[in-house]
């Protein structure tokens, strides 16, 4: 007896029915996943940030230890006039801001001996084209006595590794992520007159709030809760006078 011919007859294609219900499917997963994905992003260049703010005041801290007990040198003026700085080159300069070498020339640069420590990788600051090399700055009461002769003599400056002692390390911030519409020179000015608005401003990016490093190393993030800090998104604004996220700064900076 022949065998039977073996049915040669296939399953018809996918339905457009069908079709269609794997693409909202997919479209489904993609809804999903998606903004997971940008939360892990941004989680991780916090980090990121978190960790050169780190390596900057342990840099920060060799210095000092290698100059008998003298901070690196902080003040608030272009690059030309001082050489002898904790880092060069004002960001508000084009021919500045994407220059290594101004990084390469700064006080800190040889115990870190990294360009990539001195930028946020959350920053969006570009310049024709390319990134600007830095986002963190200085606190404009260490590592110069500028301050005493700019009218607020009532208030503490250091300079040296035994006044932070007395005032508690802990207590006072050395290194900010600045706001990149704020950063010019490497000197975050701070004053402690709660009725003026900031004249330098913290970064934005991680999640409305900064981190900083502290004079002993360790590290805090602070989020901005005054709702009138939303303007500091918004080009050439500044923060209103008595604002409490400034307040809250100001107390971390020093003190009478």
């Not at 970064?203 to 939303?230: Q, W």
Request: glycine share 6%; net charge neutral; aromatic share 10%.
């Amino acid at each position: 007896m022949a065998s039977p011919l073996p049915d040669t007859q296939t399953r018809a294609g996918f339905t457009l029915i069908e079709l269609l219900i794997v693409i909202a499917i997919i479209a489904l997963l993609a809804a999903m996943i998606l903004p997971a994905l940008s939360v892990a992003q941004a989680k991780g260049k916090q980090l990121a940030c978190l960790n050169n703010l780190k390596q900057l005041a342990l840099c920060a801290q060799m210095y000092t230890a290698d100059n008998a007990g003298k901070l690196p040198q902080n003040f608030p003026s272009y690059p030309d006039q001082f050489t002898n700085t904790w880092v060069r080159g004002n960001m508000k300069v084009p021919n500045d801001s994407t220059n290594q070498s101004l990084i390469q020339q700064g006080m800190l640069f040889p115990y870190g001996n990294q360009v990539p420590l001195y930028r946020c990788p959350a920053d969006p600051s570009r310049t024709g084209g390319l990134p600007r090399l830095r986002s963190y700055s200085m606190n404009s009461w260490m590592g110069s006595r500028y301050m005493e002769t700019a009218g607020e003599q009532a208030y503490r400056t250091f300079v040296r590794d035994s006044e932070l002692a007395l005032a508690g390390p802990a207590r006072l911030w050395m290194i900010i992520d600045e706001h990149e519409l704020s950063i010019d020179d490497a000197w975050f000015l701070v004053t402690m007159n709660d009725s003026q608005p900031f004249a330098n401003y913290p970064a934005t990016r991680h999640a409305r709030g900064y981190p900083l490093a502290f004079a002993d190393g360790h590290l805090e993030a602070y989020h901005l809760r005054d709702p009138r800090s939303a303007l500091l998104g918004t080009e050439g604004a500044q923060f209103s006078a008595f604002n409490s996220d400034w307040i809250r700064l100001k107390q971390a900076t020093t003190f009478p």
